[in-house]
């Protein structure tokens, strides 16, 4: 089983739809959770940190269900510049911090 | 604060030949990442390193593979006797202490001709 898994999509949905992306990970020891957003032929740059309570930024909600070992990620009211890769990203424990990065899923939003 | 800085952004070389690539981390971050990207695939890590110091080179190949992260400079990814396969971007990141979130580089884009 991977350490990080996501749905790689595409998700492609209309302009102003709700979309969701879940990520599961194996390793319950994991600390520290984030989501990253990569533009086509982009680095990777920090969306949000994912906290126990859940926390919203804007138009994107993330939350981290640690029972079921699952992270999400909710975009609402989506707009064409929300196109990109979301990264799913998971700080697992071994030795050190290691941060894992899962394949990444792919929105597509269409006008 | 100029961010994490790889260069080159594109290089191109002939198989057989040397491939060295640069990065240097944010200011106040002394971790560094190597991440490889091949195309429509995620990001596989391959090196991290402190300050003279590799601590994790699970995700290295075995051979032609080497990184460093010396006291003054850069860090270095030197890729040997490069082979068409080894065609890829090359992504680099650095924290300030480990498990932090990253902060990326633009990336180098190699292409083995």
């Known amino acids: 089983r991977k350490e990080v898994e996501q749905d790689p999509g595409p998700f492609n949905v209309p302009e102003g739809a709700t979309v969701a992306f879940n990520c599961t990970y194996s390793n319950s020891a994991s600390q520290s959770f984030f989501w990253y957003r990569q533009d086509c032929r982009k680095e990777p740059k920090l969306l949000m940190s994912?906290?126990?309570s859940g926390n919203e930024d804007g138009r994107f909600t993330a939350q981290l269900n640690r029972a079921s070992q699952y992270i999400s990620l909710l975009i609402r009211d989506s707009k064409l510049s929300d196109s990109a890769t979301y990264l799913c990203v998971v700080n697992t424990s071994g030795g050190y911090q290691k941060v894992t990065f899962g394949i990444g899923t792919k929105l597509q939003v269409i006008p | 604060n100029a961010g994490v800085m790889q260069n080159p952004r594109h290089l191109v070389r002939r198989r057989g030949q040397e491939a060295r690539l640069r990065c240097s981390p944010m200011?106040?971050?002394?971790?560094v990442y190597w991440y490889r990207q091949l195309p429509e695939e995620g990001l596989k890590f391959m090196v991290y390193l402190q300050k003279e110091n590799i601590i994790d080179e699970s995700g290295m190949p075995k051979e032609r593979f080497s990184a460093e992260f010396p006291k003054e400079g850069p860090s270095i990814l030197r890729i040997q006797q490069v082979v068409r396969g080894d065609s890829a971007a090359y992504f680099c990141?650095?924290?300030?202490?480990?498990?932090?979130?990253?902060?990326f580089g633009s990336g180098t884009r190699l292409t083995v001709v």
């Open positions: 200011k106040g971050h002394s971790h």
């Open positions: 994912v906290y126990s």
């Open positions: 990141a650095s924290s300030p202490s480990e498990g932090d979130g990253y902060t």
